[in-house]
């Protein structure tokens, strides 16, 4: 089993900042991706932003300039740097990752979701 936990989401005014992370752990032998999506009511579960183990990296439109995706191999800790928020961002915002486990197997797992609410 691979195990993701979140954290940092909250409440934000329009135009401020949060930082989410999501930390990664079980029998991971590789993460090649990470990324994070939200879901705001009543709409589908969208990428937001995906970091692969090279570092290349994928935003959706509405975000780019804005937020910043990152990882740290060494932590299997994947960080969503949101700037100058925007009270549409409002959503829950889920981690994934997707890699090989010992034996390579391969997993492609989901975080628990943290809550991210911009107000205006």
């Known amino acids: 089993q691979v195990q993701l936990v979140e954290s940092g989401g909250g409440l934000v005014q329009a135009g401020g900042s949060l930082r989410l992370s999501c930390a990664a752990s079980?029998?991971?032998?590789?993460?090649?991706?990470m990324g994070w999506y939200r879901q705001a009511p009543g709409k589908q579960r969208e990428l937001v932003a995906r970091?692969?183990?090279?570092?290349?990296?994928d935003y959706v439109d509405s975000v780019k300039g804005r937020f910043t995706i990152s990882r740290d191999n060494a932590k299997n800790t994947v960080y969503l740097q949101m700037n100058s928020l925007k009270p549409e961002d409002t959503g829950i915002y889920y981690c994934?990752?997707?890699?090989?486990?010992?034996?390579?197997?391969?997993?492609?797992?989901w975080g628990q979701g943290t809550q991210v609410t911009v107000s205006s």
């Open positions: 970091v692969t183990l090279g570092d290349n990296t």
């Open positions: 079980g029998s991971i032998f590789r993460i090649n991706a």
């Open positions: 994934n990752a997707e890699g090989l486990r010992f034996m390579h197997t391969r997993f492609n797992s």
